[in-house]
């Protein structure tokens, strides 16, 4: 099993920064794909970004390309997500997940999950 805890969410300025934490506890967390997803009230949760258990392979979402960044310390039992160039729509709840192995895109594939975090960007 894995244990996922976010920290970093607030409050920001359009156009700054945030550093999103994945703390994990659990011995599967070394052969775990981690994601971050995130969901606004009403909507459905939404694919933000993945890694792969190993850290050689990221994934993102077209709405992201180009300002976040994914990564993991698998010395550190962490994945983090930075945010940069953020914009109001960015605001959400913001949750880590786990699934062994490889990444994917559906929230379906998920085993576990975080509490969540929330992101949110003022205009």
């Known amino acids: 099993q894995v244990q996922l805890v976010e920290s970093g969410g607030g409050l920001v300025q359009a156009g700054g920064s945030l550093r999103l934490s994945c703390a994990a506890s659990g011995r599967s967390f070394i052969s775990s794909a981690i994601a971050w997803f995130r969901q606004v009230p009403g909507t459905e949760r939404e694919f933000v970004a993945a890694?792969?258990?190993?850290?050689?392979?990221?994934y993102s979402s077209d709405s992201v390309k180009g300002r976040f960044t994914i990564s993991r310390d698998n010395a550190k039992n962490t994945v983090y997500l930075q945010m940069n160039s953020l914009k109001p729509e960015d605001t959400a709840v913001y949750y880590c997940?786990?699934?062994?192995?490889?990444?994917?895109?559906?929230?379906?594939?998920?085993?576990?999950w975080g509490q969540g975090t929330q992101v949110t960007v003022s205009s």
């Open positions: 997940a786990a699934r062994a192995l490889q990444p994917g895109m559906f929230p379906s594939e998920y085993y576990y």
């Open positions: 890694v792969s258990w190993s850290g050689d392979s990221t």
